[in-house]
């Protein structure tokens, strides 16, 4: 074999590396932006409750992980409920239309409408690795809404966030 030749066939080894590692990183890089939120290590908190049986809320738990997939570079650590504290949630937003007639949220307007008995809100702790700018990197919170259907068994979600 010529020299030529054999560099010829170095270079061509050479391109078909670069290409390869080009194209693998591509697909790494689309796994990494597409992977769903981490619900493997979820824990879940519940209150006693004389609105919701542990089979609701249970449900509601999963329901909340399941919107959580969405939140890519994120792990869910814990999904709290605390009847209490929704309580107090819900005389707060009494309180505000009270006090401010033209107030109205989301929360509010579902209170209202289907009743105290149906609203459930949830304090759910997670931490991100920082990909998704609209979420900051480390551990954080945020408060889920979910309003229990007619058929007794199912969750829609309200709406969730941090305040």
Not at 32 to 56: C, L, N, V
Not at 60 to 79: E, P, Q, W
Request: charged share 30%; proline share 2%.
């Amino acid at each position: 074999m010529k020299e030529h030749d054999r560099r010829r066939g170095v270079g061509v080894v050479i391109a078909v590396i670069i290409v390869l590692a080009v194209v693998g990183l591509f697909a790494f890089a689309r796994w990494w932006s597409d992977r769903p939120g981490d619900i493997a290590h979820a824990r879940y908190t519940y209150s006693a409750s004389d609105r919701f049986t542990r089979k609701q809320l249970d449900a509601a738990g999963k329901t909340i992980a399941n919107a959580f997939t969405g939140f890519g570079g994120c792990t869910l650590d814990k999904v709290a409920y605390d009847e209490t504290r929704t309580d107090r949630i819900l005389d707060l937003e009494d309180k505000t239309k009270r006090e401010s007639p033209s107030y109205s949220s989301s929360i509010y307007e579902a209170y209202k409408r289907y009743g105290r008995d149906r609203i459930l809100m949830a304090d759910v702790d997670f931490t991100c690795d920082g990909f998704e700018p609209s979420l900051s990197r480390g551990p954080q919170s945020m408060t889920w809404y979910l309003l229990l259907d007619d058929d007794g068994e199912t969750w829609t979600e309200i709406d969730h966030g941090n305040g």
